[in-house]
């Protein structure tokens, strides 16, 4: 019987061994007793037999019988007896009875740190078996020392690039993730993966748990591209190492078809979820424990479905698992608020209540009030509060998210990279918007939730490039030899990536995706190590009061904002609104505007070109047109005569755009038939109202000190030309190289036109500073170079002129074609890949041809002009038609050169709306210049050059261009 047992058992053929197993424990207990030392060790393999099977109560049973004959055998300190109470700990962990299981294990931790020492392996070992039984608990604040002291132990003993380290901090970083501190999650969660995968290789289970453990972590975060990536590799390493039937195979099924459902792919979810229930049931207990996630994800898609007949039992059956286990776990008060938004939506309202502040109140308790779970649960209470419009308790609660979104928003930054932020910010962060609906729906609310809401827009509007510029400003700064490597490397990589960014993805390198990951890791630790630094700003501290006490008697300071809320169907409808700021009050006014459909009919009307739109609302004012008159004042009656009653006695307007505002020429706005806003107020636009809280009024009165000047820049430049331009010494791998094919729109047809007038603009402009003594640098012709551009990084002047071609292109379906001569860019989700300027030898790439190896192309992209450092730049002048344009994301603004040029460290930048003639631009652009040279502000000179411009000019000529703090 023992050599059948031996060999089924290493032959894993537990169903074959199972029957010898019993019996040999029978026929030793009858013919040797129990005293005999073989009968706990038939016992405990018995025992493992049934843990294999699933068979839990049976494990349990003979367990106890195990430990009870070790322990008259070999008394109650036993290093066998322990391993045996650690055995069936774990057992009664997987059963749910985790009051039994906790005893067993601090006996085991108290054994081993007496008897072994506390740097013991087993004794590390019995700290993270009890921390995670703590953890199961929801009792987070126990378990967290105790993976702490494991986590240091495991790197005494076993080094930081051990599995075990990796196991123990893989460990702690899930705590972490349950804990609501994803600041401190994602470092570890990331590290143990690569500690696993070095040591491991990419086809190990252990691999595979730390990549399912990430994916988890980015889904928390929004990041759902990222974690289906990662979800799915896990799957694929679980089902061919251990089989579809495998416990941790469809553990992977379940957290993807979550992942699903909350992105809306609600038949590709149920159909994981049924094949997942299938496997179960076909090849895994029903008690299983991941049966439960299984059930309940299911329950949440058919919710997400409204299909609600076949959510409710669902998630009722959850519920009542969840409250036979334990009722203080994240896990239970996650299906009372389950249950809540069933009773909510089908219109079961005091239930609903109920459950949303038993959820709420088990969170807190257990977990306390600034978890992110707390914040959601309430946040669902509250938008059950203002939909039943007990909006003075919907205000309430409010105020107390706010805090909590804010706490967690500042915490993440000093983790996430740029674009991981981006995507939090967009996915999570409705607080805002949550609370202007709010407003929208109770002007009545205390003037302290109007301030409040002020501070979250001064914080989040814009935050995102405010913090990415504190880090580049922090490594350009710092002397440090790591961060200086760090950063060169950093710079290097996106060199390189924007070279095979400008190549159709055919033909890109097949290891970019490696490239892009370590990039991405290298701007996480430049951002780690800088956030001390970034805590310390004013930037990010700016409030309400700042900006009152800002302000003079005849100022005002508009914030522009567009949110969602809900139509009489429950639809959802967005609105604009302004929120206004004066000295006569020092609580803002929430000014509602408009619908943005609204908007967007008015934009239809006056054509489907930017061209159209703009002779439509503003070149008509001159010429007579009716309709554009009537066009022109309607969109002033949408966003601006609101404001007026606000602005009694105020002359000068600071404002700061939202979504398609930004395309708006505020002050070429009609009051009436001959009165324009700029004719009423001196108006400047702001990438945040914050930064009037941040201006040093000192330097707005500095002369210029030099400029530099590009323009006529030769676009068609043939191969020997450009191959001229080439710096030998150059890294080849980091030249930038764009494949463009011409482009039927606004911009060219088949290649870039010469642009004569610039010659005039930029010699006119530098003849005027020379006369004035100023240091002056011409670049035309073959010298207005993308090289020559970018050779004034880190040694920027005070002033740069660009006057060339400016583009953006709408983003195009990535299931088009990119083969041939079709343009790459419009496919690159990253919006400073579709926006750029044009230098000298533009054409030859841009017409299809290959790029000369080493030289660059002369299409500079605002993805490149954002690695510059042209932080000594006090203003950029973009002469270029449309160079104000790009994607608008949310509170984050206009993703194009703009952002790219204030990225790299420059001041302010005056750009441009649309496309206007080389003369008039040209007079435009002297005016300025020579109203500076002569003592006026850089505000005060362009304000005059566009008053001149609009005593002889239509709005055309001169409101295309916009000055931007």
Known sequence: MNDSLIYYYQGKEFDRAIPFAEKLVVFVKENYGEENKVYPTYLNMLAGLYLNKGQLKKTEEALILANQ?????????????????????????????????????????????????????????????????????????????????????????????????ATTTNNLGLLYKNMGKPEKAGPLLLSALQIRKKIGGENSDEYANSLNNVAVFYAALGQNEKAENYYKKAASIFKKNNGAASSAYITCLANIAELYTDVFRYKEAEQILLEASTLIKDNLKENWTGNQTITRTLGQLYLSMNEFVKAEPLLLQVLSMEEDKSNTTLEYAGALNDLAYLCNFTNRISEAESLYKKSAAVIKKNF???????????????????????YAEA????????????????????????????????????????????????????????QENFDLLLLTKSMLLTDSKMVLEFVRNNKDSTVRELYNQWQTNKAVLAKEYSLPQEVRRLEIKTIEDETENLEKNLIRLSSNFRCLQADIQIKTNDIYRKLKEDEAAIEFVKFPDSGKDDSIVYRYAALVLTKNDSIPKFVPLCQEDQLQQLFDSAGRTSSKRVKSFYRGLDLGNSSSISLANRLYNLIWLPIEPYLKGIKNIAYSPAEKLHSIAFQALPVDSNTLLIDKYNLQQYTSIRQLALNDTTAQNVKPADIVLFGDADFSMDSIAIAKQRNVKMDTTTVSTTLYAPQKNEMSSGAWNNLPGTADEVEKIGALFKKNGIPTKLFMQQKASEKNLKNFSNQSPQVLHIATHGFFLQQKNKNASTSGRQNAYTLADDPLLRSGIVLSGGNYVWNGKAPVEGAEDGIVTAYEISQLNLSNTELVVLSACETGLGDVKGNEGVFGLQRAFKMA?????????????DKETAELMKAFYGYWIKGKTINDSFKQAQADMRNKYSPFYWAAFVLVE
């Not at 290093?79 to 055995?87: A, F, M, R, S, V």
């Not at 005893?103 to 078996?129: C, F, R, V, W």
């Not at 706490?407 to 202007?436: G, R």
């Open 69 to 165: 004959a070790i322990q008259k055998l070999s008394g109650d300190k036993s290093e066998e007896l322990i391993k045996g109470y650690t055995l069936l700990a774990v057992v009664y962990n997987g059963m749910g009875q985790d009051d039994k299981a906790i005893p067993l294990l601090i006996k085991a931790m108290e054994y081993y740190k007496n008897e072994k020492g506390e740097t013991d392996a087993e004794y590390a070992s019995s700290l993270n078996k009890l921390a995670k039984v703590y953890e199961s608990l929801g009792l987070y604040n126990n378990a967290e020392p105790l993976f702490i002291l494991a986590v240091e132990i495991r790197k005494k003993i076993n080094g930081s690039e051990s599995l075990e380290y």
């Open 368 to 390: 306390g009030n600034k978890h992110a779970d707390y914040s959601s649960a309430i946040s669902n209470l509250a938008e059950l509060y203002r939909k039943q419009g007990r």
């Open 395 to 450: 205000v309430s609660i409010m105020s107390e998210v706010n805090d909590i979104k804010i706490n967690n928003l500042q915490s993440l930054f000093s983790v996430l990279s740029e674009a991981e932020k981006l995507t939090y910010i967009t996915n999570n962060f409705f607080v805002l918007q949550s609370n202007l609906a709010l407003l929208a729906a109770y002007p009545e609310a205390p003037s302290s939730f109007y």
């Open 905 to 917: 460290g420059v001041k302010k930048m005056i750009v441009s709306l649309w496309q206007v003639p």
